[in-house]
T-cell receptor, first 118, second 114 residues
Framework: DTGVSQDPRHKITKRGQNVTFRCDPI?????LYWYRQTLGQGPEFLTY????????KSRLLSDRFSAERPKGSFSTLEIQRTEQGDSAMYLC????????????????FGPGTRLTVL | GESVGLHLPTLSVQEGDNSIINCAYS??????FIWYKQESGKGPQFIID?????DKRQGQRVTVLLNKTVKHLSLQIAATQPGDSAVYFC?????????????FGKGTRLHILP
């Protein structure tokens, strides 16, 4: 399977614990995105990488959240001191930068990591 | 505030019939639109996209229509099948967004009735 993969698929943790999620993008894609999705809502943008550089962070990303993409390939999203409000599906997407005028880079999503904070 | 929304939260269609899912967007500067399908427990799956210089685009059993005058987007699914049951999201990208960050609407749940 050459799509976007995420690990783990499910995570249950107690409030106050730290959690880390991993995303492996499609191999030739240089852009990687993290989104959060709560029940009945569309995905909300959290942060974005182009290669190893983190270029944008949403105001939804509090200082308890940190994301890295050290070698421009896989990425990790860490949540420190988890709160019940962090319970959600965390989605990763990747795309190949559109370099031709008029083209677009389509984002392809992974299966997500469902986080439950007790 | 949210710039992309949907007219109906749920839609039920008889198997074999055609379905139309609607979406309204508020940013007239949006230049790229995407429809995603999300099945339970899975991530969104790309279905079809359209740029603002087009008003119609067809795929396999799916057609996206864009009406820029009224800022309306629709997804038509022909000859619906049980596997089409899912939540469908429209998403938009506009030039003020840096780096192709797309904004999702809330989704429409499509039920295919046997």
């Amino acid at each position: 399977d050459t799509g976007v993969s995420q690990d783990p698929r499910h995570k249950i943790t107690k409030r106050g614990q730290n959690v880390t999620f991993r995303c492996d993008p499609i191999s030739e894609h240089n852009r990687l995105y993290w989104y959060r999705q709560t029940l009945g809502q569309g995905p909300e943008f959290l942060t974005y990488f182009q290669n190893e550089a983190q270029l944008e962070k949403s105001r939804l990303l509090s200082d308890r959240f940190s994301a890295e993409r050290p070698k421009g390939s896989f990425s990790t999203l860490e949540i420190q001191r988890t709160e019940q409000g962090d319970s959600a599906m965390y989605l990763c997407a990747s795309s190949l930068e559109a370099r031709l005028a008029g083209s677009t880079d389509t984002q392809y999503f992974g299966p997500g990591t469902r986080l439950t904070v007790l | 505030g949210e710039s992309v929304g949907l007219h109906l939260p749920t839609l039920s269609v008889q198997e074999g019939d055609n379905s139309i899912i609607n979406c309204a967007y508020s940013n007239s500067a949006s230049d790229y639109f995407i429809w995603y399908k999300q099945e339970s427990g899975k991530g969104p799956q790309f279905i079809i996209d359209i740029r603002s210089n087009m008003d119609k685009r067809q795929g396999q059993r799916v057609t996206v229509l864009l009406n820029k005058t009224v800022k309306h987007l629709s997804l038509q699914i022909a000859a619906t099948q049980p596997g089409d049951s899912a939540v469908y999201f429209c998403a938009e990208n506009f030039p003020m967004n840096r780096d192709d960050k797309i904004i999702f609407g809330k989704g429409t749940r499509l039920h295919i009735l046997p």
